[in-house]
């Protein structure tokens, strides 16, 4: 059942009233203006929910096909695609230099919850594109940029990222892709890879994989890796990839295929095992320096599969608030609330409104998490001041990992709560609920699971800067809660934040502490402290969108039931949802030996 809505009205709320867009924009594109973003936003909103979201479903059932070495991808999707581009929703964000229209990363952030939220699976084909052209854009050469980025930018081209084999995982400094030397100065790329989303498929005329691989005689690990432009179709009949201002398809290239994934969900995404025969790829950046520059890539993705978390928490939540709404079970125990009905609606009773109300918080918050994170990209990118530059990629080291850890674990959790609110009717097909759920699944594993963000975050961010980077958002924090103590209503919500942030700079002292005795105590502590800090942001940001909402109702605004919401959104969050790191310090303090003491040949099936 398709009943998605785009949550304009949310967004707008976000982005103009609580983090002040339309001033950033002026600030670093002034041709952006309220007006032009909301028709921007219009025009999305109808794209998604009359063209994307209509083939969710059939993508699920359909899947795409492996046919004689083509991958075919669901009905609809190719007209969908081609819609897409012909509107120029790919230029959106990119360099006018190569036919982009030049506008900030952040407006693209916030088109694309839109498709997210309408089609994961059909979002992954121009989704990774992006990456890819950021990937050339920032460290191609001049050659290369003219050769591909055109094309890509245009939607012409999609682009992927190929990183994983089958025996290493994460750990790519086993990976055995190998890339030989060729005399025109290109390379021959050998090895296979795995779960490459949009691998192959029938939108577009080329693909243009960013591949890592090891040059011949490199270093072992990760310190030996190099990043590689391979296009599945050579660019112009000699197969030159290098050497040509302008690119155009010549034959085939040896990538191809070798089979689909049966995945237990986002079927509509071909997920591709990807078989590289002698390939012809030119070397990106420079040799050996592969895996820092994958890392511009992996950073877009990561910002893009915390979406995916809050994509899947909105869908839900309008999913089960229609369905609340209308399905008659019991009676309220306060009294009778539809006294013509055979009983009242579900959503009257205290347990479905809380699953509702942890749906509504995450997904908001969410929402609040995501557009500031993808404010400071605009910052860094854009500044003319060099602190503000270093200041923005501060904060985006600490809260990329946070947001693709913390929005991915808590979508599948209001995934799940959606589910729940359908009852029996969820775990059916019909209502699309179980689809959001298995869809939802992948976001915390894909782009480094939850550990991985977890061990980046606490291990390599936190600990390494001895804290520092802490310092940005607790400034934030610090700063709304002098900004709101005039507020009677607020003052619940200051103090809160008040004592975490202290208790945040406490718990990772002692974290490191222990370290120094035990590096286990890192490993151990990890998760939790991503889903603590998560806790403390969401809470940040819902105290904003209070006062936002206090100033508001203040000055007499035209929709005060929408404000009065908000309000008793924060209550809730701040009441019902923040509590959870009171248990995350202390599972946190309890430490490593309760996970480490058990030998592993104690482990037993018996």
């Not at 959606?418 to 019909?430: D, K, R, S, T």
Request: charged content about 20%; hydrophobic content about 40%.
């Amino acid at each position: 059942m398709n009943n998605f809505k785009a949550p304009l009205r949310d967004i707008e709320f976000v982005l103009f009233e609580v983090l002040h867009y339309a001033q950033h924009c002026n600030n670093y594109c002034p041709d952006l203006d309220a007006d032009l973003i909301k028709a921007l936003l219009q025009e999305s909103a109808r794209f998604s929910e009359n063209v994307l979201a209509p083939l969710s479903a059939i993508g699920d059932r359909e899947g795409c096909q492996l046919i004689n070495g083509k991958v075919i991808t669901p009905t609809g999707f190719k007209a969908a695609y081609q819609q897409f581009c012909d509107a120029g929703w790919p230029s959106l964000s990119r360099s006018s230099e190569f036919g982009g229209q030049g506008l900030l990363q952040s407006l693209a952030v916030v088109m694309n919850e839109l498709l997210a939220s309408a089609n994961y699976a059909w979002n992954m084909y121009p989704g990774l594109s992006q990456g890819a052209m950021h990937t050339i854009e920032m460290h191609g050469s001049d050659v290369q940029k003219q050769a591909y980025l055109p094309q890509l930018i245009s939607g012409e081209w999609t682009g992927t990222m190929c990183l994983t084999e089958a025996h290493c995982g994460t750990d790519l400094g086993l990976l055995n892709t190998k890339a030989t030397l060729l005399a025109d100065g290109n390379y021959s790329i050998t090895g296979s890879k795995i779960f490459i989303s949009s691998g192959d498929h029938d939108l577009a005329d080329n693909i243009v994989h960013i591949v890592l691989a090891r040059i011949a005689g490199a270093p072992e690990g990760t310190k030996g890796l190099s990043l590689f432009i391979v296009p599945k179709f050579k660019i112009n009949a000699d197969g030159a990839v290098d050497n040509l201002a302008k690119g155009s398809i010549g034959e085939r290239n040896q990538v191809n295929c070798g089979s689909l994934e049966h995945k237990m969900g986002i079927h509509g995404n071909a997920t591709c095992v990807l078989n590289f025969d002698g390939a012809i790829g030119a070397l990106l950046g420079t040799a050996n320096k592969g895996l820092n520059l994958m890392f511009t890539f992996m950073n877009l993705a990561r910002l893009g599969a915390a979406l995916q978390g809050l994509a899947h928490a909105e869908v839900g939540f309008q999913k089960s608030l229609s369905y609340t709404r209308e399905r008659l079970q019991m009676r309220s125990l306060t009294g009778i609330k539809n006294p013509d009905g055979i009983a009242d609606p579900i959503i009257v009773h205290p347990d479905v409104r809380r699953m509702l109300l942890t749906q509504k918080a995450f997904s908001e918050g969410m929402r609040m998490l995501a557009y500031f994170t993808a404010k400071q990209i605009d910052i860094a990118e854009h500044s003319q001041d060099k602190n503000q530059q270093q200041t923005a990629n501060d904060m985006l080291s600490l809260l990329t990992p946070i947001a693709k850890g913390f929005m991915t674990e808590v979508g599948f959790e209001s995934a799940n709560l959606a589910l729940q609110c359908f009852g029996g009717h969820g775990y059916i097909c019909e209502w699309g609920v179980e689809q959001n759920v298995r869809d939802a699944r992948i976001a915390s594993l894909y782009e480094g699971t939850t550990g991985i963000q977890a061990l980046d975050l606490l291990g390599r961010k936190i600990l390494l800067s001895n804290g520092e980077l802490l310092s940005g958002f607790a400034g934030c924090i610090q700063h709304f809660c002098a900004d709101a103590s005039g507020y009677a209503e607020l003052l619940p919500y200051v103090e809160s934040l008040s004592k975490l942030h202290t208790e945040w700079f406490d718990l990772t002292t002692k974290i490191g502490q222990r370290a120094v005795v035990n590096p286990d105590e890192v490993g151990a502590a990890s998760v939790d402290y991503l889903m603590y800090c998560g806790y403390i942001l969401i809470g940040y940001f819902w105290g904003r969108a209070a006062k936002t909402s206090l100033d508001a109702l203040a000055q007499g605004a035209a929709e005060p039931e929408f404000y009065r919401a908000k309000l008793e959104t924060a209550r809730f969050y701040f009441e019902r949802l923040l509590p959870r790191t009171a248990t995350l310090v202390l599972t946190i303090n309890s430490g490593a030996d309760n996970l480490m003491n058990l030998a592993v040949k104690d482990f037993s099936f018996h």
